[in-house]
């Protein structure tokens, strides 16, 4: 079975410093992985996605993250943290050929200090 | 353009009542899905349906059951709720080519509904 994990419940920087947003993923197969943000009292949304096209992939408000087959992981990053910045992120795995089953992982939610 | 649609937002239940959380899309998706959020857990699969007429379990379907009568519509059912239900549910819909099974596909949520069962 497919997982993923991430380190860190939450997160605190400061507004204009850099977001390391830690995930990995345990799969035989290089699986697709995807990162959604969750805004307070909203659903989740698509930030990103790695379907194998690109191991560095840009998402959405200037996220980007980096597939490492050798690390398993994929973390989530962005130069410069922004005070609309905070949500809870979710990374989450779907092997292939799996209906678009996501298995989510814990959730880490970031705090941008101003 | 309202996308996917969950009501109600919020409801209270005593044990032992019985509920239905309706999910509505209008993007015309095939694949629909109901997951919940606690805590600490993240979001876990409770039932899904890749077509009208079928529905399938997740990783957490006891104490569940659902329905897609219409393509537009996927009801989430309780027959008999637990405490151990409260949790917000987030239902969420994809598209997929008839035929194509892909796993790359991008789920879109609706605003999820608030249930607490005293």
């Known amino acids: 079975a497919q997982s993923v994990t991430q380190l860190g419940s939450h997160v605190s920087v400061s507004e204009g410093a850099l977001v390391l947003l830690r995930c990995n993923y345990s799969?035989?197969?290089?699986?697709?992985l995807f990162w959604y943000v969750q805004y307070p009292n909203q659903g989740l949304q698509l930030l990103l996605k790695?379907?194998?096209?690109?191991?560095l992939v840009k998402g959405i408000n200037g996220f980007e993250a980096e597939f490492k087959k050798s690390e398993t992981s994929f973390h989530l990053t962005k130069p410069s943290a922004h005070m609309s910045d905070a949500a809870e992120y979710f990374c989450?795995?779907?092997?292939?050929?799996?209906?678009?089953?996501?298995?989510f992982g814990t959730g880490t939610r970031l705090a941008v200090r101003p | 353009n309202a996308g996917v649609t969950q009501t109600p937002k919020f409801r209270v239940l005593k044990t032992g009542q019985s509920m239905t959380l309706l999910c509505a899309q209008d993007?015309?998706?095939?694949?629909m899905y109901w997951y919940r959020q606690d805590p600490g857990m993240g979001l876990r699969l409770i039932h899904y349906?890749?077509?009208?007429?079928?529905?399938a379990k997740g990783e957490v379907p006891d104490g569940y059951n659902v329905s897609r009568l219409k393509k537009q519509n996927f009801l989430l059912g309780l027959e008999s709720a637990a405490p151990s239900q409260t949790s917000v549910y987030f239902c969420?819909?994809?598209?997929?080519?008839?035929?194509?099974?892909?796993?790359?596909?991008?789920?879109?949520f609706g605003a999820g509904s608030r249930l607490t069962v005293l």
């Open positions: 993007m015309n998706h095939e694949y």
């Open positions: 989450a795995v779907s092997p292939k050929s799996s209906g678009d089953k996501l298995t």
């Open positions: 969420a819909s994809s598209y997929s080519p008839r035929g194509r099974i892909s796993g790359a596909n991008v789920l879109t």
């Open positions: 799969s035989s197969v290089p699986p697709y």
């Open positions: 790695y379907t194998s096209a690109a191991t």
């Open positions: 349906s890749v077509g009208e007429g079928t529905t």
